[in-house]
């Protein structure tokens, strides 16, 4: 079992800049993969940014140059810098995170993707 607990939304006026946190918890052997998705009223979910246990990143165009993934291993943490924000980056923000974990025997681990419950980025005009 694999846990997310999120933190760092809020409101923000257009122009200024948030920073999400996410931290991963449990039974845990390694983590593949973090990171985020948003989605918007009317809007499809979408892949924000992710970091993988390599350290690669990867952004959606809309904010390559404005947002910046970075990973805490140590921590089993990501964190989202959020800049220059934008009132279409309007959305409830989740974290997810692949992760090898087990339940019971460290034997029985195998890999799982989990969700936060989701954090409100909120930008005004």
């Known amino acids: 079992q694999v846990q997310l607990v999120e933190s760092g939304g809020g409101l923000v006026q257009a122009g200024g800049s948030l920073r999400l946190s996410c931290a991963a918890s449990g039974s845990i052997v390694s983590i593949n993969a973090m990171g985020w998705y948003r989605q918007a009223p009317g809007k499809r979910r979408e892949l924000v940014a992710a970091?993988?246990?390599?350290?690669?990143?990867n952004y959606t165009d809309s904010v390559k140059g404005r947002f910046t993934i970075a990973r805490d291993n140590a921590k089993h943490t990501v964190y989202l810098q959020m800049d220059s924000l934008k009132p279409e980056d309007t959305a409830v923000y989740y974290c997810?995170?692949?992760?090898?974990?087990?339940?019971?025997?460290?034997?029985?681990?195998?890999?799982?993707?989990?969700w936060g419950p989701g954090t409100q980025v909120t930008v005004s005009s």
């Open positions: 970091v993988t246990n390599e350290g690669n990143t």
């Open positions: 997810y995170a692949e992760a090898r974990a087990y339940f019971g025997r460290i034997s029985d681990a195998r890999n799982f993707a989990t």
